[in-house]
């Protein structure tokens, strides 16, 4: 059951969400780069939290692999879509970031929008696989594979690309616990926080939703409106084949 | 019956490969062509007579990175349709075996293709003799190339079975070979400087190095999976 709980996550998201944009544009202090810096409140924690969501979804593979739960593989495609949605706003966010105080709308001496940006350009050709391959079985299998390869990639590409000499530009939230003063060290991490909820609900919201239109087929069927026989439509989200009873 | 001995089933799949490939000519002629004619191309499209340092460099490893596609495209192509998975199945051999056959035959496969490139670009585009960065650089191409074949390997059978494998296989490898790029393009850059040529930096191949065992694991570790039906 995927709808449990639900609501009240999601008030509490919403009232997290709230708080943190209240206070990241009323209370927290303007440092160097002023009114800007705002973005950053937003743009570090959904960057940090996408690459928790992408290494979380490898998790989820290995278990789909090991049990043979297609559960799994559903919970991890879920993972994915959640966090390639967030990705984008990380990578725009950061676009403008760079703009505002590089001057450039691309900054290639910035090792992490480099690595994310490949990383992005990895995860993009999750969903085109599993549409390629018709049979729901193998192409669960695969996307575990491809799952959990990409969430091992993600750590490395980030330690490689930061190997590179050239990178001198100051890192501004780069040593959180260090160099922040209070206000903005408690910003931040509200804002953490907040986005961790904000993820955690969508993640459960496309959950319930998939799982309430399996439900919703199944009783479809068994009341005879469905007809078993029509052509299953080609997709790249995974189905739940079999409701598990609800526990 | 008794399950063979990894070791003999590699050498016999790598052998089988060898000889298709020798057979049919189907990746490496390719392979070289496709290599000059991206130089011609890098020639034009940059319009420069000689190239030295990091253009360098990069022009070769970009070239021998899209000349590997080909291959990755091709490689499991015989085993997907003419039945080359179905008889490996069907037999008690460790399917490891498989995969370790096939990142030999890629690296082969790259070898040979180097054995052409890296001289042709010699002549063609490098400015700096090619002699005194020789002995860096094949130690740069052991690396780059152990990486691409292991990559290759792995997703080249991710993608054999889609129905866009030969769209899926380069998209998806491509940003798993970005790392192995930048490692061997910059450790390369400073052997083709025509200043102070030969000083080889050891960083960027312990990075390498180091990439290629992970994802050699990696692929140890999910080969299996990919083989199942």
Redesign the interface.
């Known amino acids: 059951m995927y709808g449990k709980g639900l609501r009240s996550l999601s008030l509490i998201t919403a009232g997290a969400v709230t708080l943190t944009l209240a206070a990241v544009f009323f209370w927290a202090p303007n440092a160097t780069y002023g009114f800007l810096e705002k973005i950053l409140y937003l743009h570090v924690p959904l960057a940090i939290i996408t690459l928790c969501g992408f290494v979380a979804a490898g998790l989820m593979a290995v278990a789909h ?1 090991h049990t043979r739960d297609e559960r799994w593989d559903m919970r991890s495609y879920v993972a994915i879509h959640i966090s390639l949605i967030f990705g984008i706003a990380v990578l725009l966010s950061g676009s403008i970031w760079a703009r505002g105080a590089w001057g450039h709308w691309w900054v290639w001496q910035e090792p992490t929008l480099v690595s994310f940006l ?2 992005m ?2 995860y993009a ?1 999750y969903q ?2 599993r549409f ?4 729901p ?2 192409q669960a ?2 996307a ?3 799952a ?2 990409a969430g ?2 993600v750590p ?2 980030f330690g ?2 930061r ?2 000499p050239a990178y001198v530009h100051p890192r501004t939230l780069d040593n959180i616990s260090g160099n922040l003063p209070g206000r903005m060290q408690v910003v931040f991490y509200l804002s953490m926080v907040s986005m961790t909820l904000l993820w955690v609900t969508l993640w459960k919201f496309e959950m319930t939703a998939k799982h309430v239109a399996a439900q919703l087929r199944q009783l479809r069927r068994a009341l005879g409106e469905d007809h078993d026989d029509a052509p299953a439509r080609r997709s790249a989200a995974p189905s739940l084949s079999r409701i598990a009873s609800p526990n | 019956m008794t399950a063979p001995r990894t070791s003999s089933v590699v050498a016999a799949l790598l052998r089988a490969q060898l000889r298709l490939e020798l057979r049919t000519f189907e990746s490496v002629p390719a392979m070289w062509l496709f290599a000059v004619t991206a130089f011609v191309l890098f020639h034009f499209g940059l319009d420069r007579d000689q190239l030295s340092g990091d253009l360098a460099s990069g022009v070769l490893w970009v070239t021998l990175l899209l000349a590997a596609l080909l291959a990755i495209n091709r490689l499991y192509l015989a085993d997907a349709e003419q039945g080359g998975f179905d008889g490996f199945l069907l037999s008690p051999a460790d399917r490891t075996a498989l995969l370790a056959a096939k990142v030999m035959t890629l690296l082969c496969y790259l070898v040979a293709v180097e054995i052409v490139a890296v001289p042709v670009f010699g002549v063609l585009l490098l400015q700096p003799p090619l002699g005194q960065a020789l002995p860096g650089l094949l130690a740069v191409l052991a690396l780059g190339d152990l990486g691409i074949a292991v990559i290759g390997a ?1 997703v080249g059978a ?2 054999i ?5 030969d ?2 296989g380069p ?2 490898s ?3 070979l ?2 192995v790029l ?2 061997v393009a ?1 450790a390369t850059a400073p052997l083709f400087d025509p200043l102070h040529a030969g000083t080889l930096p050891l ?1 960027w191949l312990v ?1 390498v190095a180091l ?1 290629d065992a ?1 994802f050699g694991l ?1 692929a140890f570790a ?1 080969f299996d ?2 083989l ?2």
Do not use: G, H, K, N
């Open positions: 692999l490949l990383i350009l990895l050709t085109p696989l390629a391959i018709e049979d079985e193998r299998r695969y575990s594979v491809f959990i390869t091992v990639f490395v590409c490689i690309v190997l590179s | 792995l991710l993608a079975r889609t129905q866009a494998r769209l899926l998209l998806v491509l940003p798993l970005v790392p930048l490692c910059r960083r990075t990439y992970l990696l999910l999976f990919l199942e039906d």
